[in-house]
């Protein structure tokens, strides 16, 4: 299931539509939050922008691909856009499978493609300004890691 | 043709939407990029770095030597980041 919303989320009910079924052995989430990672130039609030015609179409091939390589019963991607601030959710990604792994690998799968193959940008307002935020190599070299 | 901007794009050229006309059937998407940095020299700035622009046709990212037809949907902007 895909959600792309600017209001937030309740973990604890996506919990409960993820182990509907009592196949179901194991759930595994990732949550993405904004963070205010600079004493020096505190990040005051961060914009998400998004290209709403792709977002969810993006957001629903990536899920399908999870669900290609894991035995996966039920997953979820939740990604909020719009003006965020420090603590705040971004992004939700909940797996569930019979057995952990499968569970565990697909989640991290989904949110490492999802963050740089799903179009959003982010727009970090800093003490000193606003910057957009750049690709991070490491994201990068995350998906092709999953080859 | 119409070509969507979005994250620094968007705000270095100042507009969110480009339209322009296409003599040719198809152009690459390479060839519309140098079409479009012909345009003001806020689009020249903006595009003159290829490596960190990407491209969207029909809602799929497409490499620089993808043809675009007239009627397809563009979308111009730098690399993701989501999550």
């Not at chain 2, 029909?58 to 690399?79: C, G, R, T």
Request: aromatic fraction near 8%; charge should be negative.
């Amino acid at each position: 299931m895909i959600k792309v919303q600017k209001h937030d989320f309740d973990v604890n009910k996506e919990l409960k539509l993820l182990s509907n079924k009592t196949n179901i052995g194991g759930i595994s989430f990732f949550v993405g939050l904004v963070r205010d990672d600079s004493e020096k130039d505190r990040c005051h609030s961060m914009t998400l922008q998004h290209y709403p015609e792709m977002t969810e179409r993006m957001l629903e091939q990536i899920e399908r691909e999870a669900q290609t390589r894991w035995n996966i019963i039920n997953s979820i991607i939740i990604h909020r856009y719009g003006k965020l601030f420090p603590g705040d959710k971004i992004v939700l990604v909940g797996t569930s499978s019979e057995h952990r792994k499968e569970a565990i690998k697909a989640c991290e799968f989904l949110i490492d493609w999802l963050k740089t193959k799903a179009p959003f940008w982010k727009l970090e307002e800093r003490e000193s300004g606003s910057k957009w935020v750049e690709e991070n190599v490491k994201d990068v070299e995350a998906v092709k890691n999953w080859k | 043709m119409n070509i969507k901007y979005f994250s620094w794009l968007r705000d270095r050229i100042g507009i969110e939407e480009d339209d322009i006309e296409l003599e040719l059937e198809s152009i690459s998407v390479k060839e519309l990029i140098d079409l479009l940095a012909k345009k003001s020299d806020r689009h020249f700035e903006a595009l003159k770095d290829t490596s960190i622009i990407r491209c969207a046709v029909n809602l799929e990212v497409v490499n620089f030597d993808h043809k675009i037809s007239k009627n397809d949907e563009v979308a111009l902007f730098p690399p993701m980041t989501g999550g």
